[in-house]
């Protein structure tokens, strides 16, 4: 099912947002619909408490780990075996 949005625009941003549709040879309507998807699909997925929470979580693990500088060193060599 659509809906209908109405938003209401000073006459020189209604103007600019004609013009970008133009020039990407689109109607105002189409434009409006891809700005908005763009900025939806900017937005996180989940809430910022979520990922902290997840961090947390993560951190609370010990696993074995080379230092660091042998690790670089051992991809460094894997590189250079082509």
Known sequence: MSKRLQVILEDD???????LA???????AEWVRRALRAMRQRQPSESSEKKIQAL?????HSFPAEDIGVMLKQIESGYQKD
């Open 13 to 19: 941003e209604m103007r600019e947002i004609q013009r």
């Open 56 to 60: 947390r979580a993560a951190v609370r």
């Open 22 to 28: 133009r020039q990407q040879r689109t109607t105002v």
